[in-house]
């Protein structure tokens, strides 16, 4: 398939914008339909521990990714010279690893610098806390701290809850809601920028099933149910249009990747804290400084040799 100027293949190869549209929505229903098949389909006796129930959602989880991958292969328009680096048409790329790893963490990074300044703070505080009880900065103490962080890695290795959190989750959802939505969009004739908004739409569909969760296991009202799940969605659909930014600016699908990782660690931004104000102005300055750097620490230079042959796939990075 030929580079598109702008993405969007403009329906070429019998794609349409409803079928495009039908394909999401397929891959966004069927990811949180799996999840619920083996008891309700396969009347499977229910997990006997969390961990078992958690391993259980990743291995259906990778099923829908593999499936998801697949039926984009036969959906979209890949020519034969397309299809001898396949996985370069879903932005998994080995060129400029590191420039897709740095500047996208660099870049999301700004905009929790509320939530660094509160924890900051804190350590500053903890720290005269302990030296006011008459304790010294020693090499003993600086040990003891070494040991806390080797500690913390360990636990949250060994963390089921965080391997869904910083890989399986990430992983899987950028493989089917950025590697193959993105691709599907641009190709079914949509614009780069409504590719990009309408893709967390899709995204958010995924997080509905959280509603029932939320109401049947912590005993919420429906009303609150809602508000919590409601927010959680509209941090969804922010965070999805912001993803879908950095694969379509970057075209290397470990830029959104990275991003979500990191977002999935941190949570949500630190805005202000009662604490003291250089939280609020420390977060202002960092989104504005998001702002400012948004467009150059995506373009398309930093992950490409040259953009007239660029690596992504029907030309992501002619758009600017």
């Known amino acids: 398939m030929e580079q598109h100027e702008g993405g969007g293949g403009g329906g070429e190869g019998g794609l349409t914008k409803s079928a495009a549209v039908a394909a999401c929505t397929a891959m966004a229903v069927f990811y949180v339909a799996i999840l619920y098949s083996p008891t309700l389909v396969l009347r499977l006796p229910p997990p006997i521990s969390f961990k078992s129930y958690m391993i259980r959602r990743f291995v259906c989880a990778a099923i829908s990714s593999v499936v998801s991958l697949v039926v984009c292969f036969f959906i979209l328009p890949i020519t034969r010279r397309d299809a001898s680096n396949l996985f370069g048409v879903y932005g998994i790329r080995l060129d400029h690893t590191w420039q897709a790893l740095v500047f996208p963490l660099s870049l999301t990074s700004l ?14 505080q903890a720290s005269n806390e302990y030296l006011n009880s008459g304790g010294t900065v020693s090499v003993v103490c600086m040990k003891t701290i070494l040991w806390k962080i080797v500690d913390w ?9 965080s391997w869904r959190n910083y ?20 190709c079914g004739g949509f614009s780069t920028y409504t590719a990009i908004f309408l893709c967390p739409i899709f ?24 508000l919590v799940v409601g927010l959680q969605l509209g941090y969804t659909v922010i965070f999805g ?14 830029a959104p990747l990275v991003a979500h990782i990191f977002c999935n660690f941190m949570g949500l931004p630190v805005i202000f804290s009662r604490r003291s104000g250089i939280v609020i102005v420390a977060f202002v300055l960092g989104m504005l400084s998001f702002v400012w750097m948004l467009f150059p620490l995506t373009a398309p230079q930093l992950y490409n040799t040259t953009t ?7 030309g992501y990075c002619n758009w600017s």
């Open 167 to 186: 890989f399986v989750a990430p992983l899987t959802e950028e493989l089917v809601f950025r590697a193959c939505m993105i691709p599907l969009l641009l």
């Open 153 to 161: 890695v360990v636990s949250l290795t060994s963390s089921i809850s």
């Open 241 to 254: 249009a912001y993803a879908s930014f950095l694969l379509v600016r970057t075209g290397h699908l470990t």
């Open 203 to 226: 995204f958010s569909l995924a997080h509905l099933n959280h509603l029932l969760e939320v109401y049947a296991q912590q005993n919420f009202s429906l009303v609150k149910a809602c």
């Open 308 to 314: 007239e042959k660029c690596s992504c796939w029907h």
């Open 111 to 124: 905009m929790y610098s509320g939530s660094f300044a509160l924890k900051f703070l804190s350590m500053i």
